[in-house]
């Protein structure tokens, strides 16, 4: 059964930068699309980014763009989620998926294996 492992959450003062690892603990990402969502406290889990099984293709959710940046290395079987100029509102745990198919999406559906989490926190 895959299992997928994030990394590289934290405390990080406001204005501060990031990045989010995800790689395959059992299975692979490769040949699947990837994607990270968030949870913040008392609210629904998010989507913010995705990224097509090359890495050709993709996109992050509009009031995230420039801040965020979602990427693949697929020599090392990686997905990476950066977070530049981090606010206090980006605190939560952040999740990364992997699709059920090739092409980047935003349907949390199209999702079907996940991680655990990793915590980030935005100190103001």
């Known amino acids: 059964q895959v299992q997928l492992v994030e990394s590289g959450g934290g405390l990080v003062q406001a204005g501060g930068s990031l990045t989010l690892s995800c790689a395959a603990a059992?299975?692979?990402?490769?040949?699947?699309?990837m994607g990270w969502f968030r949870q913040a406290p008392g609210r629904e889990r998010e989507f913010v980014a995705t990224i097509n099984l090359s890495g050709a293709a993709l996109y992050v959710v509009e009031p995230l763009k420039g801040r965020f940046t979602i990427s693949r290395d697929n020599v090392k079987d990686m997905a990476f989620l950066r977070i530049d100029n981090l606010k206090p509102e980006d605190t939560g745990i952040y999740y990364c998926a992997r699709a059920n198919g090739r092409q980047a999406t935003s349907i949390r559906t199209d999702y079907d294996v996940w991680g655990r989490g990793t915590q980030v926190t935005g100190r103001g």
């Open positions: 059992v299975g692979t990402l490769r040949g699947y699309a």
